[in-house]
């Protein structure tokens, strides 16, 4: 009887101050527009480098390489991006190692300041005798501050199995540092 007696007295008295308190809501103004992204249209050009690790269940060790991207900012929150440069992806056991040129266009999304979530498609053109090419499609987050940008992404690849460096679909879990230049 005393536990019961205990719990209806809490239980009142929490009713009893949820009733005599009141809420007001509270309104925030701020001067800062909460996305760094331009007004309008503007148009970028961002210089990386980038480095990946793969599974181990991939014949690929790791990748290396280096890019140009273009990006376009449509709206404070979506940019069109397109990129291209080299990439290498470096063979497991003695395998053959993958050169390419990735050409693939984007979009980036801004949903929180500064930080953005990217989705990529595109051809790896092989630069090696006999070797076909790849399709390319990743996809990640990233954080631009300055004109730096730094970001992580999956980059998967799909290769012809015809090609004289083919490997079986995989992909890479890649870093990439770059700097922008506002056009």
Do not use: C, H
């Not at 019961?4 to 009713?15: C, D, M, P, R, S």
């Amino acid at each position: 009887m005393k536990t019961i007696t205990k719990i209806l007295a809490t239980a009142a008295t929490a009713v009893a101050v949820f009733a005599t308190t009141t809420l007001s809501a509270q309104t925030m103004t701020t001067t800062e527009d909460m996305n760094p992204a331009p007004k309008g249209m503007a148009f970028k050009v961002g210089v990386g480098i980038n480095g990946g690790v793969f599974r181990d269940k991939s014949p690929m060790d790791y990748a290396y390489g280096a890019d140009l991207k273009l990006q376009w900012d449509l709206t404070p929150y979506v940019a069109v991006t397109a990129s291209g440069g080299y990439t290498k992806l470096v063979a497991k056991d003695n395998a053959v190692d993958a050169d390419f040129i990735p050409a693939k266009g984007g979009v980036k999304v801004f949903p929180i300041k500064r930080m953005y979530l990217a989705t990529e498609a595109g051809a790896g053109i092989s630069i090696q005798d006999g070797a076909k090419t790849n399709f390319i499609y990743s996809g990640g987050l990233g954080y631009e501050f300055g004109g730096f940008d730094a970001g992580i992404r999956y980059e998967g690849y799909v290769n012809d199995s015809a090609s004289t460096t083919y490997f079986r679909k995989t992909g890479q879990y890649a870093l990439r540092l770059a700097y922008n230049f506002k056009l």
